[in-house]
């Protein structure tokens, strides 16, 4: 029985015959291959089913490698290697100004191409992994900055120390069975929103 791919990559050129050639340069390295011969093409195949890495020729009729590039990315976190048979600098840049991970120039050899994807994915599950941890870290300042705001408000309706304050906060999210600092959030969003209706009352009393 077939072992199912661990990776499923998109190849895109308007050229047939380096489409098939880069294709079947995949399946003998183990990847699971879709191909496209436009970046319309490309665009669809990747909103229908995301694949784990783009390759991706620049120039192409209509629709270039780097227009589709920023699509695709509108699509999803897709990580993208581009294929061109050129190297000027320009082009160069405007690829990873599109978080380009690599950069193949035409013609493509085999050898080049593996070990390309390979560093391509690592470097790609490296910022995935750190924006991932980067986010936890802004949910956690921001969950402290909820809960030192929500012990302050129980502290000033209820005349108590912090300490109290907190640990009623903290009795009350166990009650609820809820986390302490969307208990805190929402003690937070609902003074603001008392807060901004009061507001609206005293603008309307004023002459």
Do not use: W
């Not at 079947?24 to 694949?51: M, T």
């Not at 408000?153 to 009623?168: C, D, G, K, P, T």
């Amino acid at each position: 029985m077939a072992r199912e791919p661990k990776y499923r990559i998109l190849a895109v050129d308007d050229d047939r015959l380096v489409l098939s050639t880069i294709s079947k340069s995949l399946e003998r390295l183990g990847y699971g291959v879709q191909a496209a011969a436009s970046a319309e093409e490309a665009i669809r195949l990747c909103k229908e089913a995301a694949p784990d890495l783009v390759i991706l020729d620049i120039r192409m009729p209509g629709m270039s490698g780097i227009e589709a590039a920023a699509r695709i990315r509108e699509i999803g976190d897709v990580p993208i290697i581009f294929l061109s048979g050129f190297s000027d600098r320009e082009i160069v840049e405007q690829a990873a100004q599109q978080g380009g991970l690599a950069y193949l120039v035409k013609p493509l050899h085999e050898q080049q191409l593996g070990p390309a994807i390979q560093a391509a994915l690592a470097r790609a599950a490296d910022i995935k992994a750190l924006r991932k941890s980067e986010q936890g870290l802004s949910e956690a300042l921001s969950g402290q900055r909820a809960i030192s705001i929500a012990v302050g408000l129980i502290m000033q309706r209820a005349n108590l120390s912090s300490e109290v304050a907190y640990e009623q906060l903290r009795q009350f999210a166990r009650a609820r069975q809820t986390r302490l600092s969307e208990v805190a959030q929402e003690l937070v969003q609902s003074a603001e929103t008392l807060a901004a209706v009061s507001g609206m009352g005293s603008a309307k009393k004023a002459p």
